[in-house]
């Protein structure tokens, strides 16, 4: 009978490793079920599942536009809302890029300027054409391509707790390769106890943050990332108005938060912006709250996680006002 | 709750090794990320020193082999005694048994920003610590 009580699952999706843990009496069907949602939000969003509605939108870019779910619609809308608030910082048409990248890590050698120059005007998020009345999404121009890889993973994130809540699970933790969602407390009560990575020390942790009911998403310099022929360090999180990985001091932002969907935007909005312009930024999400790492190692940690991060042996911290 | 714990801490610990260049061929690597890899309970553990063994997919490029010492009832060393892989002659799988022994001390549930997928080497791991476990 025990054994129904708590139901734990790892499966592949959205091009990462992925556990459940659940606790409560429909533990095994709360997961199964959680399982075959993410791989219907896959279905919806990614850009390298030829069927997708985003695959579908950027096959068609500069073409005509095209009929998508509401929830693609809602996504798409979040994303330009995003890109909106803090121009520079986040552009979910930023796939030409990221491609270009991504050959660049398969063949260890930093892309050359003049094919970053070529793309670079293809990343626009104003060209992404949303009709409400319609329910379409449109690209304005040949070779655009939306890539929702910096906020997919968040959306899901929601949606496993709401799929969670309709098994009457009222403790949950799921980590969607790195990005972490928790449903309620632990069962015994007490707060669910996150580790965050050490950005340099594989192995390491730079402390943990207490959550219940939040998401923990951190974003960093250290992940896909690779070093070129001459030794640079490239890393993932591009910069979509420079076309180059983003250099803003900060190599680790972590942001917890009710909303797992803002959680990961946040997390690369930040890393983009850097220190000053993203704590401003964030200032404008009740409830959400900030761990950021400088290339010094230093730790700053916002008000709010004063009491509920404990950082690891060795790292010395700064309490934001 | 700290044997799930840890299983969760190993799990998220399969980014460790992402740098390591042996995916080339997509259907070896597709078959490497629909490998399952079961929850150990680390609670429940004999002492003894146990061999591990992953076959390595379907071209056996990550076939491995570790041996796991467990006393006090806590792994306390791992070592790989054989690897198909070339990579493994650097030093990625040390740092990702560290995590697994590390993994039974840190007072956490799960990590956040560890991503990336290496699991062949957990996998050996794995195999080795069920027949460490007991009832």
């Known amino acids: 009978m025990e054994n129904r009580l708590v139901s734990q699952m790892t499966h592949c999706a959205m091009d990462t490793v992925m556990t459940h843990k659940a606790f409560g009496l429909n533990a ?68 030409p890029l990221v491609t270009l990248w991504r050959a660049a890590k398969e063949s260890l050698a930093q892309p050359d300027s003049s094919s970053i120059k070529q793309v ?25 391509s939306v890539d929702l ?78 070093t070129d022929s001459q030794g640079k360090r490239h890393h993932h999180i591009l910069n979509p108005r420079t076309g180059y990985p983003a250099e803003s001091k900060l190599i680790s932002v972590s942001i917890v938060s009710d909303k797992s969907l803002v959680a ?44 509920r991060f404990r950082a690891d042996k060795g790292i010395a911290v700064t309490i934001l006002d | 709750m700290i044997g799930w714990v840890i299983a969760l801490t190993v799990l998220a610990v399969l980014g460790i090794a992402g740098g ?41 490029w990550r076939a491995n082999e570790c041996q796991v010492t467990v006393s006090s009832g806590k792994v306390t060393d791992i070592q790989l005694v054989g690897s198909s892989d070339p990579g493994s002659k650097n030093t990625q799988h040390k740092a990702l048994y560290d995590r697994v022994i590390q993994a039974q001390s840190l007072q956490v549930d799960t990590i956040s920003g560890a991503t990336l997928t290496s699991k062949a080497y957990l996998q050996a791991v794995e195999n080795a610590l069920g027949q460490a476990q007991h009832e």
């Open chain 1, 264 to 307: 990961d935007a946040l997390s690369t909005v930040l890393f983009v912006a850097g220190m000053e312009k993203g704590l401003e930024f964030l200032k404008s999400f009740p409830q959400t709250e900030a761990i950021l790492v400088d290339d010094d190692l230093q730790v700053f940690v916002t008000q709010g996680l004063r009491y």
């Open chain 2, 20 to 60: 390591i260049g042996w995916s080339r061929v997509s259907k070896e690597h597709h078959e490497a990320r629909s490998l399952p890899l079961n929850a150990v309970d680390f609670s429940k553990l004999n002492d003894g020193t146990y061999h591990g063994m992953y076959g390595g997919g379907m071209y056996t």
């Open chain 1, 28 to 95: 095994e069907d709360s997961l199964e079920s959680v399982h075959r949602e993410i791989a219907r939000i896959e279905k919806l969003l990614s850009r390298f599942l030829p069927d997708s509605e985003i695959s579908r939108v950027n096959g068609s870019a500069g073409t005509k536009s095209e009929k998508v779910s509401r929830e693609t619609y809602d996504v798409l809308s979040d994303a330009v809302e995003f890109s909106r608030c803090l121009p520079g910082c986040f552009d979910m048409t930023i796939a």
């Open chain 1, 120 to 144: 670079l005007p293809l990343v626009n998020y104003r060209d992404l054409i949303l009709d409400p009345w319609e329910m379409t999404a449109g690209l304005g121009n040949v070779g655009q």
């Open chain 1, 149 to 226: 890889g910096g906020i997919g993973k968040g959306f899901a994130g929601d949606r496993i707790q709401e799929v969670l809540k309709g098994f009457d699970i009222s403790s949950a933790c799921s980590n969607l390769g790195g990005h972490v969602v928790t449903l309620g407390a632990k069962p015994d009560g007490s707060l669910w106890h996150v580790g965050i990575q050490h950005p340099r020390q594989e192995t390491g942790l730079i402390g943990s943050v207490s959550v219940v009911n939040q998401t923990l998403v951190t974003s960093g310099d250290y992940q896909r990332c690779f």
